[in-house]
């Protein structure tokens, strides 16, 4: 049973930074496609960032030149370091796989089959 397992967040002003960190287990194929997606308290799943098991690394515009995905597969780790933050990176994160190389957009939540519990990040003004 695949499994993944977040650790990281918490509470920082604005302009601090966060890692977060989620380690997975139980795959039988590695995953093409881990990301992270968050959801704000009244806001849809979002995604966040990707990397595939190639060299496609993806960010969401309102991150993009402040946070940085990396996967490193011999450890079955996916890392998040979100520097610069503001208030509106305040949600739950959630890290998430996908087995395929194809089936649906990538950037969607609903692609994804295998999901982390959640861990939050709080950003203060």
């Known amino acids: 049973q695949v499994q993944l397992v977040e650790s990281g967040g918490g509470s920082v002003q604005t302009g601090g930074s966060l890692s977060l960190s989620c380690t997975i287990s139980?795959?039988?194929?590695?995953?093409?496609?881990m990301g992270w997606f968050r959801q704000a308290p009244g806001k849809e799943r979002e995604v966040t960032a990707v990397?595939?098991?190639?060299?496609?690394?993806f960010f969401t515009d309102t991150v993009k030149g402040r946070f940085s995905i990396s996967r490193d597969n011999a450890k079955n780790t996916l890392s998040l370091q979100m520097n610069s933050l503001k208030p509106e990176d305040t949600a739950m994160y959630y890290c998430?796989?996908?087995?395929?190389?194809?089936?649906?957009?990538?950037?969607?939540?609903?692609?994804?089959?295998?999901w982390g519990q959640g861990t939050q990040v709080t950003v203060s003004a």
């Open positions: 998430a796989a996908r087995i395929q190389q194809r089936g649906g957009d990538w950037r969607r939540p609903e692609s994804y089959h295998y």
């Open positions: 139980g795959y039988t194929a590695r995953p093409y496609y």
């Open positions: 990397a595939t098991n190639g060299d496609l690394r």
